[in-house]
């Protein structure tokens, strides 16, 4: 009998779980702001390019289409993340089948993921994040189809999603790596030992060449972000925290995808994909050798959970429905109470209230709402990225529109960081302003090779800003500040500055020619 009328794939059912996740989004997607990471990756849609200084060049792709078919707007902004949100859970749910799963394990495990706080937070903004889980996920569930029917074609396409993973993010290298590491060492490992595997692996190579020739003509910019990126912040992240947060980040689904990862080791059952376990092992080392961000590991907890979801299920058999509801309410219920603190589902004022809750009443989640300062605040560093962007460019445009038609022709407008370029940018049609000069991040790709105009628009946060310019300007204005409490740009400054010396532009070509060769 051919494999696909061998058991339901249960097509059907997993839709529930993906219109749940959907509505989800859709519920949150347009409260607060643009978030300050989205702001660099959309600005990268209006310079489509093999590559940046940041990220690979899918995002940018991604960015221009959502500017060409949906607009500007905060909810425009996220419909990709949201649609590859809902296929995650859609390939989940499709890869718990694939291990034998039935319902009560689809439902346990897409239910883990939808409300698990590290999916639920990382899955709505537009970021690369959401689109390398979705690669990772993809890629797991194309080779266990090949396990599962030895259909060649399902290895073709996971050339195809190694490919455009590696053009998301670069963590896709490590995973593959960690994946193949994993099959080399299971009984599968003779699956990895004919021709398809070689031109599967051809096409994700010649998918990922123009980024790899982009990376080689820009003197490998991935290196030094890596290594300014290990300096910065890397450097801070001890083993011992990483572990912690790799334990905490999926709330009390923690069981479901440690039963499961326990399950793919050990059982009988699973023991043809072990390799899955392997590999997660494999990567987990790596990134707590490399002091990784606990985000990076992500994308592995989805083929976890299946595993967890069948282990329950068959732990737990059909007649035992008062503990299938009771492990449902168990691993699910406490993430779905906890869910305004990563997913903005309730308005501004509401969730504030909410922090001050916990912060009052569960203090063990206080390391929540603690910024990179290691300070308390009254929201998480997440939401405080999403406030006080519209305000700042507003006063932006009030000082710009203050001058006079001509004085505007002669006019720049340069800012501090790629946050702030890149709030100037989205809101530019909508006040009516010149594009933003920065040097910071790839705006530096981009960037004029003079800032020599006689009136200077300057956004910075800097508090000593002032005795810095002083000496190469004829004069200077204060015109605004972002006062928001919440947001983290509080403080940030706008100046107006008038007939600079030459000076300052000798400043801004050393500058730009030095970060172009980083």
């Not at 190694?162 to 490590?174: C, D, E, P």
């Not at 003779?190 to 080689?216: C, E, R, Y």
């Not at 043809?272 to 606990?294: C, D, E, T």
């Not at 001509?406 to 800012?415: G, L, M, P, R, S």
């Amino acid at each position: 009998m051919p494999y696909k009328n061998r058991r339901s794939t249960y097509a059907a059912f997993i839709l529930i779980f993906v219109a749940l996740k959907v509505l989800l989004n859709l519920f949150a997607i347009s409260r607060f702001g643009f978030h300050r990471d989205e702001l660099l990756h959309l600005v990268l849609g209006d310079h489509l390019d093999w590559g940046y200084k940041e990220v690979p060049p899918f995002i940018a792709l991604l960015a221009n289409l959502t500017h060409s078919l949906f607009g500007y707007s905060v909810f425009a902004a996220r419909i990709f993340s949201t649609i590859a949100a809902g296929l995650i859970i859609w390939l989940t749910g499709r890869i718990t089948v694939e291990l034998g799963g039935r319902r009560f394990a689809i439902t346990l495990a897409c239910l883990a993921l939808i409300f698990s706080p590290a999916f639920a937070a990382s899955e709505y903004l537009f970021q690369p994040v959401v689109f390398d889980q979705l690669w990772w996920v993809l890629t797991v569930w194309l080779f266990i189809k090949y396990l599962n029917t030895a259909d060649v074609r399902y290895l073709y396409w996971l050339g195809v999603a190694v490919g455009f993973g590696m053009l998301t993010k670069y963590t896709m290298a490590f995973f593959t790596f960690a994946l193949i590491i994993g099959i080399l060492i299971s009984r599968e490992r003779k699956l990895l030992f004919n021709k398809h595997v070689f031109f599967s692996a051809a096409i994700a190579i010649v998918i990922f060449l123009p980024n790899a020739i982009w990376q080689l003509t820009h003197h490998l910019p991935v290196i030094n972000h890596m290594k300014a990126l290990r300096e910065t912040q890397l450097e801070y992240i001890k083993p011992s925290e990483f572990i912690m947060q790799q334990l905490m980040v999926n709330g009390l689904s923690l069981f479901i995808w440690l039963i499961g990862f326990a399950c793919l080791l050990f059982s009988f059952k699973l023991r043809r994909f072990r390799f899955v376990a392997i590999a997660y092992i494999i990567i987990f080392l790596f990134l707590l050798k490399m002091n990784g961000k606990s985000y990076y590991l992500f994308g592995a907890y989805p083929m976890l959970f299946a595993a967890g979801g069948f282990a329950f299920e068959r732990l737990l058999k059909r007649s035992y429905y008062v503990l299938r509801i009771a492990a449902v309410l168990l691993f699910i219920l406490p993430n779905i109470i906890l869910l305004p603190i990563v997913l903005p589902v309730l308005p501004l004022n509401t969730t504030l209230g909410f922090f001050r809750y916990t912060q009052k009443n569960m203090p063990f989640l206080n390391f929540i709402t603690t910024w990179e300062d290691q300070k308390q605040h009254a929201t998480t560093q997440d939401y405080a990225d999403m406030l006080g962007w519209d305000e700042m460019a507003q006063k932006v445009a009030k000082t710009y529109h203050s001058l006079t038609p001509e004085q505007q022709k002669q006019t720049q407008i340069y800012t501090d960081n790629y946050g702030e370029a890149g709030a100037i940018h989205q809101y530019r049609k909508k006040y009516d302003l010149p594009d933003v000069v920065s040097l910071n991040s790839s705006f530096t790709l981009w960037a004029p090779d003079n800032l020599n105009a006689r009136y200077i628009i300057y956004v910075d946060d800097d508090v000593n800003v002032e005795s810095r310019l002083k000496p190469l300007l004829q004069s200077y204005s204060k015109t605004g500040e972002v006062l928001n409490p919440l947001a983290r740009e509080k403080g940030t400054s706008i100046y107006l500055l008038v007939n600079p010396s030459p000076k300052l532009n000798d400043i801004y070509k050393a500058e730009l020619a030095k970060k172009r060769m980083e």
